[in-house]
């Protein structure tokens, strides 16, 4: 029987993406059979309301 392995990650986050991506070629090494189950949880629903805009704004200057 593989062992599961489910994950709740913020998809819209490119820092998921690049930790899944670590995951998966992690796991993909082992020698033993692990699934992957990948379950949207984004940050507006843990922190019940949308994240402001200005966070996301660049911080640098041209």
Same mark, same amino acid.
């Given at each position: 029987?593989?062992?599961?392995?489910?994950?709740?990650?913020?998809?819209?986050?490119?820092?998921?993406?690049?930790? +899944?991506?670590?995951?998966?070629?992690? +796991?993909?090494?082992?020698?033993?059979?692990?699934?992957?189950?990948?379950?949207?949880?984004? +940050?507006?629903?843990?922190?019940?309301?949308?994240?402001?805009?200005?966070?996301?704004?660049?911080?640098?200057? +041209?």
């Amino acid at each position: 029987m593989p062992t599961r392995l489910e994950v709740f990650a913020d998809i819209s986050c490119p820092f998921t993406h690049v930790g +899944l991506k670590r995951v998966v070629h992690e +796991l993909a090494a082992s020698d033993g059979q692990i699934d992957i189950v990948v379950r949207a949880w984004p +940050l507006e629903w843990v922190n019940g309301a949308p994240l402001e805009a200005r966070l996301y704004r660049p911080r640098s200057r +041209l």
